[in-house]
């Protein structure tokens, strides 16, 4: 039996309500799952005993941890063959935000007042996802067999959203902007370099579930639970549904375990 | 009756006018009044920032005091000043790098008129394309000539634009040397091969007279008031050393002879015209009774107290900062300078040594030169 850890924050939900039918097509594997808010989980950090410890700064902190967990506020990363890290978020955003008053120079032209080149550009990507790759180094240590994977993309049904949602706006920009996936499948070559050179293994969201560039298709979305189990909004364009989490995990069973499913999923 | 008795011209004339007393026992360094300003820059005016490297700090410090400093090509989105400043964003009011020759500013000018085009504009280096006037601004190059050429187009819009609402322009003259395209004339920032090109026989040394200075800049004069009419001019010489010299004189003088060029002609301007103002930036960081204590280990790079230093005096010139605070009185100078006989400093200029590093640190092209220095 190969025994996995998913540990994250809200996005863990998706691939815990994927658990059920994940066991019946990939019986030999056994996963554990341990989630706590996202705050508390990108502030938290792996002890010298081996425990991750979101960070908790109150006895409520701690009681959503303990109800979410079967009474752990901590998690023992001990026995593990992989422990999939889901939920931080190194934003994409801020880097095609460059092109809010910019066009690529090397690009195309969409009447803005500056131009700027893709050497800057992914230099500052780089800047970027370097401090971000420093903070999990900080963070989580070389100790343990971790495989990061991003917080889910926005689901493309966002761009319904930005007339009452302002902050949709950043993200409807670059899901029309035509230099958006050269820049994006830098920006992931950076992120995934950055990582690995530190010593861990990263997984990417299966492409069956993207839409475009940093984006998922709007049908994984649809129908999301907290990882506490309650329903979402139904406007909620960043937590994805169970059939996303089977993906995710069929994902991480197959390119990091090799182990091949033993039915069907359909 | 005639009176006969001789006074001498020197009598009653303020102390600053005397070593001693406007200097040795002023009291502080600088004194207070050592620049007194023709004009008042104000915090509303927009002012255009240009020059050697040193200006950069002229920008910084007019930004951070809350001047209107025209930045025409802002740095993207929310980037580190470090990063940004690499790619030369914020060191100036556009992203035109360096600009150590006044040539090299009647060059700009000329071309934002249409009116000049540089000879031998892109420089290659490993396959990538640099724009020769400014070679600094894109670290590692374009990917072809045509965008070089684009960069520079949308480039000169906005140095255009930065003109046509400066109503002053702060200008730090740094250098007399600089390399010349031989047919042409065209001068740039850098010598070929430095960053980006290469040397062929078209390039040749050029070391700038006094003549030729005050030429130029009475021509960016001319040329500024005929966007501007009240445009008005604070000139600084750049009190950083040569890094090198083609002159074939030792690097000392021709330091001292570039610099005492550029501050015969600014000195000239300012007593010239009513529109130009001399600050004396140069003098507050050389001055005997500064002992060099204003530069860095390197003799060359200024010290970011130093830089303060310079900074604070012209604000506080311009109603914008209090005085510098008193420092060191001639006192304490000389209990210094009675320590440093008794420990002595290292030599200076290990071959070793490294530029700082320091939030202070500025970027210099110029400072590559010393990469050449043969071991």
């Given amino acids: ?50 425990f991750f410890a979101p960070r908790r700064t109150s006895e409520k902190d701690a ?66 996802l370097d401090q971000f790759v420093s903070e999990i180094q900080w963070r989580y240590g070389t100790k343990h067999p971790f495989v990061f994977t991003l917080a889910p993309y926005p689901s493309e049904g966002i761009a319904a959203r930005v007339a009452s949602y302002p902050d949709a706006q950043p993200i409807v920009d670059y899901m029309t902007h ?34 475009g560039p940093c984006l998922t298709k709007k049908r994984y979305a649809e129908g999301a639970l907290h990882a506490d189990g309650s329903a979402l909004g139904w406007a909620d364009h960043r937590h994805m549904n169970a059939e996303f989490g089977f993906e995710m995990l069929s994902a991480l069973a197959q390119e990091k375990l090799n182990i091949a499913p033993a039915v069907s999923a359909a | 009756m005639k009176d006969d008795r001789i006074i001498s011209p020197y009598q009653g004339l303020e102390p600053r006018a005397f ?149 002053v322009l702060i200008f ?17 920032p850098t010598a070929p091969g430095t960053i980006a090109g290469r040397m062929t026989p078209d390039f040749a040394y050029r070391n700038f007279r006094h003549a030729e200075i005050r030429d130029d800049f009475d021509s960016v004069r001319r040329l500024l008031h005929a966007i501007n009419p009240a445009m008005r001019f604070v000139l600084t010489v750049s009190p950083v050393p040569l890094t090198a010299t083609a002159s074939g004189d030792h690097v000392l003088s021709a330091t001292t002879y570039s610099k005492s060029v550029l501050r015969g002609v600014a000195g000239e301007l300012a007593q010239d015209y009513a529109d130009v103002d001399y600050f004396p930036s140069y003098e507050i960081v050389t001055a005997p009774i500064s002992r060099g204590a204003m530069y860095e280990p390197n003799m060359r790079s200024v010290r970011s107290d130093g830089v303060a230093k310079v900074m604070q005096t012209f604000l506080h010139a311009m109603g914008a900062a209090p005085p510098p605070a008193p420092t060191k009185t001639v006192q304490q100078l000389r209990a210094e300078r009675r320590a440093r006989r008794q420990n002595p400093l290292p030599d200076v200029g290990p071959a070793n040594e490294t530029e700082s590093e320091t939030e202070n640190d500025v970027i210099c092209e110029e400072a590559l030169l010393a990469a050449f220095e043969k071991k």
């Fill in chain 1, 1 to 50: 039996m190969t025994k996995v850890l998913v540990l994250g924050s809200s996005h863990v939900g998706a691939l815990r309500e994927a658990a059920e039918p994940f066991r019946r097509v990939f019986p030999r594997v056994e996963i554990d799952y341990f989630a706590t808010p996202g705050p508390m989980f990108r502030a938290g950090r792996v002890t010298d005993a081996g």
């Fill in chain 1, 63 to 128: 009681a959503i941890v303990a109800k979410v967990n079967d009474g752990k506020e901590t998690c023992d990363l001990g026995g593990y063959d992989q422990i999939l890290c889901v939920g931080h978020r190194p934003l994409f955003v801020s880097t095609t935000a460059l092109l809010s008053a910019h066009d690529l120079l090397e690009g195309s032209r969409t009447g803005k007042p500056h131009l700027v080149s893709r050497s800057f550009v992914l230099a500052v990507a780089h800047e970027q």
């Fill in chain 1, 178 to 211: 035509a230099d958006t996936p050269a820049i994006f499948a830098d920006w992931l070559s950076i992120y995934e370099t950055g990582l690995r050179a530190a010593g861990y293994d990263v997984l990417h969201q299966p492409e069956i579930t993207v839409a």
């Fill in chain 2, 19 to 167: 070593w001693r007393s406007g200097l040795v026992e002023a009291g502080q360094f600088p004194p207070l009044d050592l620049y007194r300003p023709k004009f008042v820059v104000t915090r509303d005016q927009p002012v255009m920032t240009a020059g050697s490297c040193f200006a950069q700090h002229v920008g910084k410090a007019l930004r951070g005091a809350g001047f209107n400093v025209i930045d025409a090509e802002p740095a993207p989105g929310t980037v580190s000043d470090a990063l940004a400043q690499q790619y030369g964003y914020g060191l100036y009011s556009a992203r035109y790098g360096n600009i150590y020759t006044v040539r090299q500013l009647l060059q700009l000018l000329l071309e934002c008129a249409g009116q000049y085009q540089p000879a031998d504009a892109v420089w290659e280096k490993d396959g990538r394309f640099f724009d020769a006037m400014r070679p600094g601004v894109e670290p590692t190059g374009h990917d072809s000539a045509h965008q070089v050429r684009e960069a520079r187009t949308a480039h000169l819009t906005a140095v255009a634009k930065a003109l046509s609402e400066a109503q």
């Fill in chain 2, 172 to 188: 730090t003259l740094g250098l007399t040397e600089a390399w010349e395209h031989g047919p042409t004339g065209t001068i740039y």
